[in-house]
């Protein structure tokens, strides 16, 4: 790959929307009431987050991500907070698996319109080395629902 | 010094700023060609076959061994056990010299500077045998404290393990003033991880007066896969076999069996005599260059990177000055993740290592999750400092950063 194409690369990975969600993350913190918390750890680059979870139904009702990361797990997590709160629980599993096909470089799940804002994280895809940072959210949500489902 | 016309993968990729040889090294073309020529020209069994071929193939591997034994200061060469490299030959010594000798209520003792590999086997075998696992803690700026480590020491005290080179920080430790500290204190034997240290200055095993020393291959211009362990023939000699199986057998009753001697006792199965012959080139190569002119190029580079990177607003450098530390700089930039860093520099062509470094006790009690880390070789130069400081700076573009 030129130069070029891999500077381009870069850019897309970083675009605004990331380092926004980097710089001024949504739902991070702690809720008061929790029904799941899951720590979970990048063996990789030492990265973790705890995300914790108040079900509502079979679903999110409320969730907080605490730890920290880099910009790509960091906007991860608070994009995924963002969109998954409120939902079902198969619905947010249906998320999750388009927003792990668009890991895989499926091109269909790019331009997926459920994926809302995540599909800012295309980008990701052509970066292996940080697929794992983009999914370490999205795994310990689904540790959490699976303690929720049984 | 010009060494990049002499390793292929530099010399093809002219943008390409290789700054992590503290992972691995690039291959110097010498080497590339010794491993083919022995596939070519003398592959065979060592130790097996009658026919020439086979002693032809035994001839190159011990001449190997006998190579590599003199470059790191060993007069008998079989003293000089092969391994697949410092991992397990740390293995091999914990697994073996550990299993015979650590009881109920001994102490080993490590540090907080080791590499996974010089903390987990030793932490494993305090658990197997009840013994305590003591680690002696660090200095503010990343130097082992021996005051802490002289508390530590004491009767119980069977090992003391430690690394001369620390691959996270490039801390170099005082390792005589260790040996004597722990040879004042203690009965202890001397375990000292040399991955980062044999690649990089001139070491001699018998000067440094530990009980073994082991290295990696592949981290001084050698081929993956093949390291080795060096120890004192009186204890190798008293040791167990790590692994058993063909050639390192005298004797197989129904029974019982007999062990070879030195080397062979812990080489079991067919040696990798192909990349001990392409460690020896490599030693040659470095002969070639002289450690001396090795370790003064480095430290020009490191005084470079020190000085124009510790001039970036927002950056902090880990670890004791450059003066005592050898070929790393560990570093992270505020506002943005070494994660991060390492993906931005990537896109100019820059190779740096972002992570604990295998090194999380470290990371703990730096309190940090991961650094950033630059490495340097006999084959960078001053160029690839520019790079490396042009890709923080873009970095520090894309992620916006503001001058405090």
């Not at chain 2, 730096?366 to 700076?393: C, K």
Request: with cysteine; aromatic share 6%.
């Amino acid at each position: 790959m030129s130069q070029p194409e891999r500077s381009a690369e870069i850019a897309a990975l970083y675009q605004e929307m990331i380092l926004d969600h980097y710089r001024r993350p949504r739902n991070k913190g702690t809720l008061e009431r929790a029904d799941a918390a899951v720590e979970m750890k990048n063996p990789l680059c030492g990265d973790e987050i705890t995300l914790q979870v108040a079900f509502d139904g079979d679903g999110v009702g409320d969730v907080r991500f605490s730890g920290r990361g880099c910009a790509i797990s960091q906007a991860s997590a608070s994009m995924m907070t963002q969109l998954v709160k409120g939902k079902g629980a198969e619905e947010i599993d249906s998320i999750r698996n388009r927003f792990r096909e668009m890991m895989l470089g499926d091109p269909g799940a790019v331009t997926d319109e459920k994926l809302g804002s995540l599909r800012a994280l295309s980008g990701v895809a052509r970066f292996p080395a940080r697929v794992k940072c983009a999914l370490l959210a999205w795994n310990a949500l689904e540790t959490a629902l699976a303690e929720r489902g049984g | 010094m010009k060494l990049r016309a002499d390793f292929p993968l530099l010399a093809n990729n002219p943008r390409l700023h290789y700054l992590d040889s503290a992972a691995t090294s690039q291959k110097p073309q010498v080497v590339l060609d010794a491993i083919r020529d022995f596939y070519e020209t003398s592959n065979a069994n060592p130790h097996r076959g009658a026919y020439s071929l086979s002693v032809q193939a035994t001839e190159r591997y011990h001449e190997a061994r006998v190579r590599i034994a003199r470059f790191l200061g060993v007069r008998d060469p079989d003293c000089l056990i092969f391994t697949r490299g410092t991992t397990e030959s740390l293995n091999l010594v914990a697994g073996s010299w550990g299993r015979a000798n650590i009881a109920r209520g001994d102490e080993i003792v490590i540090t907080a500077l080791e590499h996974h590999a010089n903390f987990v086997p030793w932490q494993q075998l305090a658990l197997e045998k009840h013994a305590k696992l003591r680690i002696c803690e660090l200095t503010e700026d990343g130097r082992l404290d021996l005051d802490h480590l002289g508390e530590l020491l004491g009767p119980k005290t069977k090992v003391v393990a430690f690394n001369h080179v620390s691959n996270a920080l490039g801390t170099i430790n005082p390792v005589d003033e260790i040996v004597k500290l722990v040879s004042d204190n203690s009965d202890a034997i001397t375990v000292c991880d040399g991955a980062q240290s044999a690649p990089h200055f001139p070491v001699s095993f018998e000067s440094l007066g530990v009980s073994f020393y082991a290295f990696s291959g592949h981290k001084m211009l050698g081929p993956m896969g093949l390291g080795g362990l060096i120890g004192t023939r009186e204890m190798l000699e008293q040791m167990p076999p790590y692994q058993t199986g063909g050639d390192m057998i005298e004797f197989v009753h129904d029974d019982r069996t007999t062990w070879n001697v030195l080397p062979h006792k812990f080489e079991a199965g067919t040696p990798n005599a192909a990349d001990a012959v392409g460690l020896g080139a490599a030693v040659e190569y470095l002969d070639g260059i002289g450690m001396a002119r090795v370790l003064d190029h480095e430290r020009s580079m490191m005084a470079s990177a020190q000085r124009r990177l510790a001039a970036i607003d927002g950056l902090q450098i880990y670890g004791p000055p450059p003066a005592q530390r050898s070929g790393v700089i560990s570093f992270t930039m505020s506002d943005v993740h070494p994660h991060d860093l390492a993906t931005i520099l990537d896109g100019e062509g820059v190779c740096i290592r972002a992570g604990h470094h295998c090194a999380q006790p470290l990371m703990r009690r730096l309190n940090i999750a991961a650094t950033a880390r630059a490495s340097f070789y006999v084959y960078n130069d001053e160029r690839d400092i520019d790079a490396l400081v042009a890709g923080i700076m873009k970095a520090r573009e894309i992620f916006g950063y503001v001058p405090a």
